[in-house]
């Protein structure tokens, strides 16, 4: 996450001030920091966008010597963070080459201006009404803001509270704005947990003595004493005090690492080729859009760290992953899976693999019955691969029963029981997996070879199938083609025959036409009567977008009653 996050104090003698800061360096190490070597400005030029990173070292060494640490005498223990010659702190990232750094203060003159005077504008006039809460502002000069301001129990300030803010400091004002649910509810975590710590202290002094009784006895005081005693030194007191965790900056740099880190995986950069394909504007629409407007985008969580130590390497565990159990054979790690389409006709046979894929392609539903639910996922995951996004329905395990309407795909447990109806139409295919009683140890490299694959249907399908179909049998027997490459003929086939779905979808919006008129049609789009099914049927998969689109311009072209 190309951002800089910092917590932020308003003294009641300084004003707002720059507590602590992290920040990342894609390049060379910065200078000052763990006795390592390095200029700042690959991570200015990389926090302003500006892409230009060949700079003289003269030049980087000539801005970073500016020094922009305020005097000592004008920030007490309140404004002060790490102690004074104090390196800061630094985790590397050996896998993306990142190092962050946190101190408190930036070293750049500019960096130190954006992060100053986002400091002082989310404790004076960036504010939530009731001084807390999360906000945003800013301007493409001096960056757009995510504040959240928070108080802090001290039995010792007056009205028994210090002011703080953390901020994240962006030039991306789109990406900061698609991130604020991810910040709002870690940055929270941070300040609860902050708070928490606080009010834990906070107890303890007033159960030693209670300071608002001796506030009230010191009422009677001349009013001069009385402001002088206010303003005495002890009572500005730092927040490593105020929650007595002499590491708390430690941990505070350890989160603050994993918000940039976690906050940078949530989301990635799409290289389009071309207009967008219908499969990318079916997964476009599908997306949610919360209450505030933003886009909802499901990813894998990084797990937080709650209790964090101080470390040289930042070290990324696997996310956790966790799914309610639906079946009894959820948790069996033992389950064999399919792991592609051409893995499946090889176990399936090229006949039954031609017949399911026919039925597939024209619409049918396809059910899949067995004991083994992620064996059944994994045949829906690579038989979805042949049908485009916006025409699969996918219910990949249910109990009982569910309308063709509702799912094309659906995965039942082998004692489900199917409706009569169903088992007596043409428009229904039945796999029933069949597990043997034990594995048998075998020359046999895969273990599907002692599984047994029972299809059950009353259709009578054509033995020439669609095209398309006939393309992709060749494609898998192809055994010089990899993987990969396969996945690749697929994905341009799917967009070939979508776009000539398109003409015919226009074609068929322009009026009423005879049978001879879409023959020609057919004619000229390569295809064949036996592709009309085919073709119906994708024309559910086109993207609301596209068919507002075609409608629009059909009533905008239509001549004049």
């Given at each position: 996450m190309n951002a800089i996050i910092a917590l932020c104090h308003f003294c009641e003698l300084h004003g707002p001030s720059v507590?602590?800061?992290?920040?990342?360096?894609?390049?060379?190490?910065?200078?000052?920091?763990?006795?390592?070597?390095?200029?700042?400005?690959g991570s200015l030029a990389s926090f302003l966008s500006s892409g230009r990173r060949s700079r003289s070292q003269s030049a980087a060494s000539s801005t970073s010597s500016v020094s922009n640490t305020p005097k000592k005498s004008e920030t007490c223990q309140a404004c002060r963070s790490v102690p004074s010659g104090h390196p800061g702190f630094v985790s590397k990232?050996?896998?993306?080459?990142?190092?962050?750094?946190?101190?408190?203060?930036?070293?750049?003159?500019?960096?130190f201006s954006i992060v100053r005077q986002a400091c002082v504008r989310s404790l004076s006039c960036e504010v939530c009404p009731g001084r807390e809460g999360p906000i945003f502002f800013g301007d493409d000069h001096w960056g757009h803001v995510f504040s959240h301001t928070f108080f802090i129990k001290d039995s010792q300030a007056r009205g028994f509270q210090r002011w703080y803010s953390i901020i994240v400091v962006m030039m991306d004002k789109i990406y900061l704005i698609n991130s604020w649910p991810f910040l709002v509810k870690h940055i929270g975590e941070i300040i609860?947990?902050?708070?928490?710590?606080?009010?834990?202290?906070?107890?303890?002094?007033?159960?030693?003595?209670?300071?608002?009784?001796r506030r009230m006895n010191e009422s009677f005081m001349a009013p001069g004493d009385f402001f002088r005693r206010q303003r005495g030194g002890d009572h500005f007191r730092p927040l490593v005090t105020l929650t007595k965790d002499d590491g708390l900056f430690k941990w505070l740099h350890q989160w603050f690492v994993w918000v940039l880190k976690a906050g940078g995986n949530r989301m990635t950069e799409k290289l389009l080729e071309g207009p967008p394909t219908e499969d990318v504007l079916i997964d476009m629409e599908k997306q949610e859009e919360t209450e505030e407007g933003f886009i909802k985008i499901n990813t894998k969580p990084m797990p937080?760290?709650?209790?964090?130590?101080?470390?040289?390497?930042?070290?990324?565990?696997?996310?956790?992953?966790?799914?309610?159990?639906?079946?009894?054979?959820?948790?069996?790690?033992?389950?064999?899976?399919?792991?592609?389409?051409?893995?499946?006709?090889?176990?399936?046979?090229?006949?039954?693999?031609?017949?399911?894929?026919?039925?597939?392609?024209?619409?049918?539903?396809?059910?899949?019955?067995?004991?083994?639910?992620?064996?059944?996922?994994?045949?829906?995951?690579?038989l979805k691969s042949l049908l485009p996004m916006g025409c699969c329905r996918i219910v990949p395990y249910s109990a009982t029963y569910e309308d063709s309407w509702k799912c094309n795909f659906l995965g039942l447990p082998l004692v489900a029981q199917i409706p009569a109806h169903v088992m007596s139409s043409e428009y229904y295919v039945i796999i029933d997996v069949l597990s043997p009683a034990k594995v048998q140890q075998t020359l046999e490299p895969d273990v599907f070879f002692q599984y047994s694959f029972l299809m059950t249907t009353k259709a009578q399908l054509p033995e020439k199938g669609p095209a398309i179909l006939q393309k992709i049998e060749l494609a898998l027997e192809n055994?010089?083609?990899?993987?990969?490459?396969?996945?690749?003929?697929?994905?341009?086939?799917?967009?070939?025959?979508?776009?000539?779905?398109?003409?015919?979808?226009?074609?068929?919006?322009?009026?009423?036409?005879?049978?001879?008129?879409?023959?020609?049609?057919?004619?000229?789009?390569?295809?064949?009567?036996?592709?009309?099914?085919?073709?119906?049927f994708w024309m559910t998969g086109l993207s609301n977008q596209h068919r507002t689109h075609m409608l629009s311009s059909a009533i905008s072209t239509s001549p004049p009653m």
């Amino acid at each position: 996450m190309n951002a800089i996050i910092a917590l932020c104090h308003f003294c009641e003698l300084h004003g707002p001030s720059v507590l602590f800061h992290t920040q990342a360096f894609h390049s060379r190490e910065p200078q000052g920091l763990d006795a390592e070597s390095g200029e700042e400005s690959g991570s200015l030029a990389s926090f302003l966008s500006s892409g230009r990173r060949s700079r003289s070292q003269s030049a980087a060494s000539s801005t970073s010597s500016v020094s922009n640490t305020p005097k000592k005498s004008e920030t007490c223990q309140a404004c002060r963070s790490v102690p004074s010659g104090h390196p800061g702190f630094v985790s590397k990232d050996p896998d993306t080459k990142i190092s962050y750094v946190s101190s408190q203060y930036p070293e750049h003159p500019q960096l130190f201006s954006i992060v100053r005077q986002a400091c002082v504008r989310s404790l004076s006039c960036e504010v939530c009404p009731g001084r807390e809460g999360p906000i945003f502002f800013g301007d493409d000069h001096w960056g757009h803001v995510f504040s959240h301001t928070f108080f802090i129990k001290d039995s010792q300030a007056r009205g028994f509270q210090r002011w703080y803010s953390i901020i994240v400091v962006m030039m991306d004002k789109i990406y900061l704005i698609n991130s604020w649910p991810f910040l709002v509810k870690h940055i929270g975590e941070i300040i609860s947990k902050l708070q928490d710590k606080a009010i834990k202290v906070y107890d303890q002094e007033q159960n030693q003595c209670p300071e608002r009784a001796r506030r009230m006895n010191e009422s009677f005081m001349a009013p001069g004493d009385f402001f002088r005693r206010q303003r005495g030194g002890d009572h500005f007191r730092p927040l490593v005090t105020l929650t007595k965790d002499d590491g708390l900056f430690k941990w505070l740099h350890q989160w603050f690492v994993w918000v940039l880190k976690a906050g940078g995986n949530r989301m990635t950069e799409k290289l389009l080729e071309g207009p967008p394909t219908e499969d990318v504007l079916i997964d476009m629409e599908k997306q949610e859009e919360t209450e505030e407007g933003f886009i909802k985008i499901n990813t894998k969580p990084m797990p937080s760290p709650d209790q964090p130590t101080a470390t040289e390497e930042l070290q990324q565990t696997s996310p956790s992953e966790t799914e309610e159990a639906g079946a009894e054979g959820d948790a069996d790690s033992t389950a064999p899976v399919f792991t592609s389409l051409r893995h499946f006709r090889q176990i399936i046979g090229s006949q039954g693999f031609h017949s399911i894929a026919h039925h597939i392609l024209i619409g049918n539903q396809i059910i899949i019955r067995g004991e083994k639910r992620p064996t059944m996922e994994s045949i829906i995951n690579v038989l979805k691969s042949l049908l485009p996004m916006g025409c699969c329905r996918i219910v990949p395990y249910s109990a009982t029963y569910e309308d063709s309407w509702k799912c094309n795909f659906l995965g039942l447990p082998l004692v489900a029981q199917i409706p009569a109806h169903v088992m007596s139409s043409e428009y229904y295919v039945i796999i029933d997996v069949l597990s043997p009683a034990k594995v048998q140890q075998t020359l046999e490299p895969d273990v599907f070879f002692q599984y047994s694959f029972l299809m059950t249907t009353k259709a009578q399908l054509p033995e020439k199938g669609p095209a398309i179909l006939q393309k992709i049998e060749l494609a898998l027997e192809n055994e010089n083609l990899s993987s990969a490459v396969v996945d690749a003929c697929l994905v341009s086939l799917k967009e070939e025959w979508m776009n000539k779905v398109k003409v015919l979808f226009k074609f068929s919006r322009a009026g009423s036409r005879s049978r001879e008129d879409t023959l020609k049609l057919l004619q000229v789009l390569e295809a064949t009567e036996e592709d009309t099914q085919m073709l119906k049927f994708w024309m559910t998969g086109l993207s609301n977008q596209h068919r507002t689109h075609m409608l629009s311009s059909a009533i905008s072209t239509s001549p004049p009653m």
